[in-house]
């Protein structure tokens, strides 16, 4: 291995002095230093990669990872956001994410806001996204929990009709295996658990996985109130909620490494753990501007040529070919941004932002969800980690008590919410069938996404509703002086959509989940809220609280409870469903292999694609997504496939192709002794880091 190393040092020396023109990298190597990891900066690109990822955020890094640990794909990951570095404290800090968060923070979030909510208040409500290399597994919460099995099923099912043996690999049974995949689990340290009582099954978590989770080293004393109280309060303790079941009260794991209680994300976890790779480049505080189509179609799809993006607004556009697939990991909101921006979506909506047509796909944008929360507060004097925070005490400052973070948490029924199963079977049979409420609850005009909506509904509503978790439940101890008992809707009956009205990509897209538009969510979140005081009401932890704070002792009935609602629930972060995975005639964007439709070489790997709400938070499910995306995606081009990739075999030709070869060729060229300029290109960073 050493002597193609200098051979190709040797080769790439020789190109640079004799003046043969190379790419523009070769120009700067003497002047950038190279980071083994091989974050690169835009002028030491390559003209050419064969998988171009849009986005470096939770997905986005690992399908880099993975699809780079076979040599012979090139991979170039292209993130908006920083790198991350210069705030690494407050990331790797877990307290932080709750007393210096990056949240709502420029240039670490892209600070997107709803259009005004005709339901909530006319509110124009927040909807932060983590834009930096990691996305949102830098800046959020950390829960790491899981959907039940049978949401997973539910989502399967969705699909299914397109395609039955790749819907199979989105059920519980494969994904559980993936989700166990993606993690390092450690179990709980004895001072944590002597405190919380958490429960766990080791056998349902992973340990050869890159993500490292367990509990936090230290747990604020009055959260061993929590699993009691739940259980006085109706609310069974769940010994093991990871492996398809996860109603009841339990603690949730996190993803923080236990070798020195920082932040696991998926930068540090897949990227930076790597060995020096020569194959794989990152550049990040670059946005990606539009994906440019060739003139060809390949069996009827359009063919994505290449890639454009720039390092700012008004600045110049740069390009990078693309030798096999781009692959959009642009997030909740992005990777449907992006695709409108380049042509992809419905016809009216590209219309109106004077954008040319290239695909139509009416779904994009469409089918979108998010999970409303709020909280009850009351006042205490008991420590909280909001207190101990503020007293600047020497337990303050450790590393065992700042990787606290809540995750007190339960998922609770319809029949637990409404007080029996026979109230609760008279509230969901007063709930609208599908047909009735999409004649006016439907944000388009297209008859497919309009049966998308009818699918969504009925699935929510038919096989999640009558046995799902409907409300989390969630203890929060960062307040100082106050402890909050929140209730989170999980199973919204709205959805909403995401549109542009401009071409440039640095205009927001206008964000519209029309939150609280069906007349259940509010119900339901208002059963939530009565339930938290019930919790609050209840011993041990009620003699911990004191006088309610918020919403306060005037709001009482339940007119009462849904107007504050309307005023007071914001986002619990877990928006989805932009870029769903359904049949194309039901308004879906992606088939089972995330193939965006009408495309030839385009996939979507985020949490854009879930049809169905899942009662958890999405960071769990979104890595195991991104771990089979990446199984896929190498599944496709492996030697013994001979259909996966052949709608891919145009990506080069037309007017806007790429001129170079792929990577498979320039590997083969240096088994005979050849060596392609690509390959030189990509290997120069890798020697610099070895010789710097």
């Known amino acids: 291995m050493l002597s193609l190393e200098l051979l190709v040092l040797t080769i790439s020396l020789f190109t640079h002095v004799s003046g043969t023109p190379t790419h523009d990298y070769h120009t700067h190597f003497s002047r950038h230093p190279f980071h083994p990891r091989n974050y690169v900066t835009p002028d030491q690109r390559l003209s050419s990669y064969d998988f171009v990822v849009a986005g470096g955020g939770l997905a986005g890094l690992v399908v880099a990872a993975r699809l780079s640990d076979n040599s012979s794909n090139t991979v170039l990951v292209l993130e908006a956001g920083p790198s991350g570095d210069a705030v690494a404290a407050q990331i790797n800090t877990p307290a932080e994410t709750y007393f210096d968060s990056l949240l709502n923070a420029d240039p670490y979030d892209w600070l997107y806001k709803t259009v005004p909510q005709a339901n909530a208040g006319n509110r124009v409500m927040v909807q932060p996204r983590g834009r930096v290399l990691g996305g949102s597994s830098a800046v959020n919460g950390m829960y790491m929990v899981r959907p039940s099995s049978q949401e997973v099923n539910a989502w399967s099912s969705l699909i299914a009709p397109n395609d039955q043996t790749a819907a199979n690999v989105w059920g519980w049974d494969n994904f559980f295996a993936a989700l166990k995949k993606s993690e390092n689990f450690t179990g709980p340290v004895a001072a944590s658990s002597s405190v919380a009582g958490m429960q766990y099954t080791q056998s349902s978590h992973g340990t050869g996985g890159d993500l490292q989770t367990t509990y936090p080293a230290y747990m604020v004393p009055v959260s061993g109130a929590w699993l009691s109280t739940l259980a006085a309060a109706g609310i069974p303790t769940n010994n093991d909620g990871y492996s398809g ?7 949730a794991t ?20 790597l060995p020096p790779r020569a194959n794989l480049h990152v550049i990040s505080g670059v946005t990606v501007e539009q994906i440019v189509f060739a003139d060809n179609l390949v069996s009827g799809n359009v063919v994505a040529s290449s890639v454009n993006f720039s390092t700012g607004a008004g600045t110049a556009v740069q390009s990078v070919q693309v030798n096999k697939e781009v692959l959009l990991a642009g997030g909740a909101m992005g990777s449907a941004h992006i695709l409108l921006v380049s042509g992809v979506g419905p016809k009216d909506v590209l219309q109106g932002a004077n954008v040319a047509l290239k695909a139509e796909l009416p779904g994009v944008g469409q089918h979108l969800i998010d999970h409303l929360s709020a909280g009850v507060f009351w006042q205490t004097t008991v420590d909280t980690q909001g ?12 590393p065992e008590f700042n990787s606290f973070i809540n995750s007190g948490i339960a998922y609770v029924n319809g029949s637990l919410l409404f007080s029996g199963s026979d109230s609760f079977s008279t509230f969901r049979n007063g709930i609208n069938s599908s047909a009735v409420s999409s004649t006016t609850l439907a944000p388009s005009q297209y008859s497919q996404v309009i049966d998308g909506y009818k699918a969504i509904y009925d699935a929510t509503l038919q096989n999640l509703y009558p046995t799902a978790g409907l409300v989390e439940i969630l203890l929060s101890l960062n307040s100082a002086g106050q402890i909050a008992v929140q209730a989170a809707l999980q199973q919204p009956l709205s959805q909403g959509r995401l549109y542009i009205n401009s071409s440039s990509i640095y205009d927001k897209p206008l964000i519209d989940p029309q939150y609280f538009s069906h007349p259940a969510d509010i119900t339901v979140l208002r059963q939530g809220i009565k339930l938290a005081r019930q919790i609050g009401a209840t011993a041990p932890l009620s003699a911990s609280l004191g006088t309610e704070v918020t919403p306060g002792p005037n709001v009482q009935s339940d007119q009462d409870i849904e107007n504050w609602l309307r005023n007071s629930a914001g986002t619990e972060y877990h928006p989805q469903g932009a870029c769903s995975m359904l049949p194309q005639n039901q308004g879906g964007v992606v088939d089972a292999k995330l193939k965006v439709y009408g495309t030839s070489n385009v996939r979507v790997v985020d949490s854009s694609v879930f049809p169905v709400s899942f009662s958890a938070h ?10 089979t995306a990446s199984s896929i995606i190498l599944a496709a081009y492996s030697p013994t496939n001979t259909t996966g990739s052949s709608s891919n075999s145009g990506t080069t030709s037309g007017s806007s192709a790429s001129p170079s070869a792929s990577t498979t060729k320039a590997s083969n060229a240096i088994g005979q002794g050849q ?18």
Do not use: C, V
């Not at 207190?387 to 450790?398: E, K, V």
């Open 245 to 251: 079941n996860n109603l009841g009260g339990f603690f």
């Open 254 to 273: 996190s993803a923080i490494n236990p070798t020195n209680w920082t932040r696991s994300y998926s930068k540090p976890a897949y990227i930076d753990s």
């Open 387 to 398: 207190s101990i925070h503020a007293s600047g005490s020497a337990l303050s400052q450790t």
């Open 618 to 627: 999405l960071m769990a499910p979104t890595y195991a997504l991104a771990e």
């Open 675 to 692: 060596i392609s300029i690509s390959w030189i290109g990509l290997l120069i960073p890798f020697i610099a880091s070895l010789l710097l």
